[in-house]
């Protein structure tokens, strides 16, 4: 019995690689809620640095919106 985890991961690669790409981009992309940026359908700002404000009063520092983690 093969039980190299390395081989069975190039396995599932090769058997997703011959997936249709409808398919794979289906399963490609997954939906995750961020808090307070999901809040609203779009925000503007004026400049960059309005944004930049914003972002660290407001959004979670681990989403890393903010200039620094």
Do not use: Q
């Not at 396995?11 to 997954?30: D, S, T, V």
């Not at 660290?56 to 919106?65: D, I, K, M, R, T």
């Amino acid at each position: 019995m093969d039980t190299d985890p390395s081989r069975e991961w190039i396995e599932e690669f090769e058997a997703a690689a011959r997936r249709p790409l409808r398919e794979r981009l289906k399963y490609a992309f997954i939906r995750t809620r961020k808090p307070v940026i999901d809040d609203e359908p779009f925000r503007s700002f004026d400049t960059m640095e309005e944004y930049r404000r914003w972002c660290e009063a407001n959004v979670p520092s681990w989403l890393g919106y903010g200039r620094t983690l």
